[in-house]
């Protein structure tokens, strides 16, 4: 059964990068019927989605962030990653890893990381 | 703002039936069978209850269904326990790779 878990600092200054790695275990991030995702959730808000990989680096970012962003994956280690660029208060969230099931569902989910932006 | 609305409340009474409502447009909930329900716990992460409209995975109670007419996806809550007082929060596929979210449903049992 997969299992996920977001890892990366918990504090980050403004302007600054955010950093993060999901690393996948009970099942390969080469499966064909897998694309991974990262959600976020701001402090009392909804979820949004960021963006997803497939095993073979092609990305799907969401236009709303997508001059911020990078996903990549690293296939050894069976772990991907986040870097969200320029960061701002407005950027504090939870964020999620998830694995994108197709045809499309997210499940199941990582526990999540808090990821303050302040100075 | 999200693109998919979410009545922000509902509330119910131990053993009615309540029902959200999830409303998108004809390029997303309206053009793919890809909307999916999500129940979620305060400070815990997102469970997925329902798939690919009405589809309910393994383990997910049956009094969970979810349905869907044009634009409108719904998920029903049948025999309400307490339990399932949570944050309900609807997806649907947006096209262009895309996936939106709703803005989410708080459920209260009275």
């Known amino acids: 059964q997969l299992q996920l878990q977001e890892s990366g600092p918990g504090l980050v200054r403004p302007s600054e990068t955010l950093s993060l790695t999901c690393s996948v275990s009970g099942g390969s991030i080469t499966n064909t019927n897998h694309y991974w995702a990262w959600i976020r959730q701001p402090p009392g808000k909804g979820l949004e989605w960021i963006g997803n990989i497939y095993y073979d680096g092609s990305v799907y970012y969401n236009p709303a962030l997508r001059s911020r962003v990078t996903i990549s994956i690293d296939t050894s280690k069976n772990q991907y990653s986040l870097r969200l660029m320029s960061v701002t208060a407005a950027d504090t969230a939870v964020f999620y890893c998830a694995p994108n099931v197709v045809p499309g569902r997210f499940d199941p989910w990582g526990q999540g990381t808090l990821v303050t932006v302040s100075s | 703002q999200y693109v998919l609305a979410q009545t922000a409340s509902v509330s119910g009474s131990p053993g009615q039936s309540i029902t959200i409502s999830c409303t998108g447009t004809s390029r997303d909930v309206g053009s793919h069978n890809l909307v999916s329900w999500y129940q979620q716990h305060p400070n815990k992460a997102p469970q997925l209850i329902i798939f690919?409209?009405?589809l309910r995975p393994s383990g997910v109670s049956s009094r969970f269904s979810g349905s869907k007419s044009g634009n409108v996806a719904s998920l029903t809550i049948s025999g309400l326990q307490a339990e399932d007082e949570a944050y309900y929060y609807c997806c649907s596929y947006g096209g262009a790779f895309n996936w939106l979210f709703g803005g989410g449903t708080k459920l209260t049992v009275l």
């Open positions: 690919e409209d009405y």
